[in-house]
């Protein structure tokens, strides 16, 4: 225990000083680039693996089962088909004998086939969240960067702009922004557009409603990160000042960007079932995962199916989203390292800022 | 300090007049309030609709609307004026007063749930972060994972089928299998096991003990009905009193400190005297005596605390206050759950005692503890719901702050200096771990008022939220806006208030002036 911890203390404090994020931790990292070592990271997280593979499982399952953007699937009902009931309508799939029968879902009341809505819904729901990911981030990037490296004038306007976004609660915004996408009215140029795609116009009005949050901490990290030596080194070597930000600046800041997108998404899906819930996201006909739940906690008592399926994609697709997230974290904070529970316990400090001497007296 | 206020407050104002302008250009083009009328045809349309226009002032343009109706809400802003003028909705109801109620609504069904959450949330953040990598650890944090990821209106449909139906069912025939009891009782044994930690010898006591009491006391219930006649009596007081002392203690003060102790104990045994005294005045009892009472009962506490002295005042006064607070929780519970079968059989409720949507059984007569009785049966199931929900944040939060703390330099100081665990954790790691915590604790109050759009939807409480919803769905302004204004104005308040009190805790934090 004694002398790789007083190095681990010591590469710690280095890379606090220098934020550089690369070389901490217990692990060999040399001659390692900081993707590679992200990446070893990421794929030493049991919870965010785990995640990953579930929900890389459900969209391939939602994408290619009932087909999407035009294109066919192998399952051979979709979510508008009505099918005469088969069993009353109750799941033909088991788990011993392993069996997917007709219906592995099960049927509702008119005879559609639950699994295909469920598959309609969830790919509903992970458009949205993509969508809402990548404007998001974008926006946020763009506007929390801006603002960060050229404070002034630049950075007040922004920032009152994102101060007026952010005290409206986001439900009740998004709430307003659901209902102007889901505008039929005849004539308007998004009518045509809408009401064939409107789950991409909902995606995106929400993305330019959640990108709020993520311009504050993108600005954050701008305004940390434009101090540096490195920045200004490249300032002085004639850099301009697009380069210092794709070149310098945003590699750096890009760790704290992917992990709130992420958490970001999260967020977005179950933003994205609350709304259709309560009738402000995604209509009848098309379907979706919390549209759903809303049409079908009526008939509990009788077919409980129809309401536990859906639900469960839900948490499902959250929950390994949310795991992917906190892996993401750990991936990319080089000071949230992972102890084991032993040495937990006997280092109690691995973040402290005492000096090294102090902690070799304590380590040896 | 004072310019740094009013400085904050004239930019807060501004924010506000933009953001308000934006939702409500937003709002209004969201749809047509005139639509219904569009497609009716009805004799009296035109009519109708000319009324509703005049109304709602539809001839002018949005934006010139929102100066009007700007001029109405400054009104607000003058004190003792009551010329306050949010408009009118749809129906004419001017907006103030449908306010009003909704606010008191949404108040009774948010705030409980939000202290719950809280006091629940950082318990079990510390737990978690003392016992870092146990498998209580690994358990909570992996339910907490999951609470996050569970959409409210999921849960809430579940406890309305589970915790409603299926436990008014039970109610009718209140008989616990002795399966049933045996499998609950393992699994709290087992969850007891899990909490307790350390060796194995020990769980396996704590948890056989956990299980063979919980089963018992199961099985008491069954024979007894006592779901049906539920209530304490004293002796069970004074034994959970007794409990309840020596744990008030353990955690304010430690065991070391006698005179602590004695004034917990005193004041349990003050309680179970009180109990039959208090009895004759319980049965007419009102919102306002059950308050004074509850002062009465700490100021009891401290005065008895404070005559025991010892080598620490303040600590004994402050464990027999606790101590008497909560049991007189207990004798109020009591005596709630005498008033149970008369409420139970009462003609509305006609035993299906938990309710699952409205917040309040309609037209339902009784004394003061039927009616509390029936406010919070309407309340359990959306309580619950929401603790659910917003559990996991805190616990988070709690976790990784506490963390950050008992890894500084001055815990290891002081457990150095020769200090006991407890005092090193109540004293030292808890309070300062509670510094930022206190700022999101904020931050949610402030959120209260407009938090529970879903849950008072699901449960049909016709709060805020409903308010809201329900004037969008009908593209009516007013009633949108003066939410987003009640809501938007406490944000911003509790924002300011959640940095000055982050800079009157943390003296590091300083506020630029």
Known sequence: MSQPTQEEEILAQQALAEAAGAEAGSEATGGLSQGQIVRKRFFGHTGALIGLAVFAAIFLLAFTSVGAFGIPGWWKYNHTDVSPLVNDGVPTSSLWPLAWGEHPFGQDRIGRDLFAMTMRGAQQSITVMVLIGAIAGAVGAIVGGLAGYFRGWVEAILMRLTDVIIIIPVLLLAAVVGQIANRRDEGSWIASFASNNGVVILGVFLGFVLWVGLARLVRGEFLTLREREFVDAARISGASNARIIFKHILPNAVGVLIVNVTLTMSAAILLETALSYLGLGVKAPDTSLGLLVAQNQEAFATRPWLFWFPGLFIILICLSINFIGDGLRDAFDPRQKKFKAKSAVETTSHSSTTAPVADASKGS | ?513
């Open chain 2, 1 to 513: 300090m004072l310019t740094y206020i009013v400085r904050r407050l004239i930019t807060a104002a501004f924010i506000l007049l933009g953001a308000s302008f934006l939702v409500y250009l937003l709002t209004a083009s969201s749809g047509d309030p005139l639509a219904e009328f569009r497609a009716s045809s009805a004799p009296n349309r035109q009519a109708l609709m000319d009324a509703r226009i005049d109304l709602l002032d539809l001839n002018t343009p949005p934006p010139l609307r929102y100066f009007k109706w700007l001029g109405g809400a400054a009104q607000c802003i003058v004190p003792f004026g009551n010329a306050c003028n949010l408009g009118k909705n749809i129906a004419g109801q001017p907006i103030t007063e449908a306010l009003g109620f909704a606010l008191v609504q949404t108040l009774t069904l948010v705030t409980g749930a939000t202290i719950l959450a809280i006091l629940i949330g950082i318990s079990l953040g510390i737990v978690t972060a003392l016992r870092q990598y146990s498998a209580l650890d690994y358990g909570v944090t992996f339910m907490a994972f999951l609470f996050f990821s569970l959409p409210i209106f999921w849960v809430a449909v579940l406890l309305k089928e589970f915790g409603a139906i299926g436990f008014n069912d039970f109610l009718r025939n209140p008989e616990i299998p002795p399966t049933v009891a045996l499998g609950i009782g393992a699994v709290l044994g087992v969850i007891g096991a899990v909490v307790v930690g350390g060796a194995a010898k020990r769980r396996l006591i704590v948890g056989g003990s956990v299980f063979v009491a919980v089963s018992l006391i199961l099985f008491y219930f069954s024979l007894t009905q006592w779901f049906r006649n539920p209530g304490l009596g004293p002796v069970v007081i004074a034994i959970l009193g007794v409990g309840i002392a020596f744990g008030v203690t353990v955690l304010v003060s430690g065991l070391k400190n006698r005179k602590a102790l004695q004034s917990s104990l005193i004041v349990v045994g003050i309680g179970v005297i009180a109990y039959f005294a208090v009895q004759p005045l319980l049965n007419d009892a009102t919102g306002l005596m059950i308050f004074l009472l509850a002062i009465a009962t700490i100021l009891v506490g401290l005065a008895v605390g404070y005559f025991m002295g010892g080598y620490d005042r303040g600590q004994s006064m402050r464990a027999a206050a606790i101590t008497a607070f909560l049991v007189g929780a207990l004798v109020v519970m009591d005596r709630f759950m005498q008033a149970w079968p008369s409420y139970f059989n009462n003609s509305r409720v006609r035993g299906r005692p938990i309710a699952t949507i409205g917040a309040g059984t309609p037209n339902i007569q009784g004394d003061f503890w039927i009616m509390s009785t029936d406010t919070l049966t309407h309340l359990v199931l959306p309580t619950i719901a929401l603790i659910l929900v917003s559990l996991a944040s805190y616990t988070r939060f709690t976790r990784s702050s506490m963390l950050e703390i008992m890894n500084m330099d001055y815990i290891r100081t002081a457990r150095a200096k020769g200090l006991s665990e407890r005092s090193v954790i109540m004293g030292h790691a808890f309070r300062n771990a509670l510094i930022p915590i206190a700022t999101i604790v904020a931050f949610d109050i402030g959120a209260l008022i407009g938090g529970a759009v879903i849950t008072e939807s699901v449960f049909s409480v016709r709060g805020m939220g409903f308010l809201f919803i329900d004037g969008l769905q009908r593209s009516d302004v007013n009633p949108v806006m003066g939410v987003f204004l009640c809501v938007a104005i406490t944000a911003m308040v509790f924002n300011l208030v959640a940095d000055l009190a982050y800079s009157a805790l943390d003296p590091r934090v300083r506020i630029k002036a």
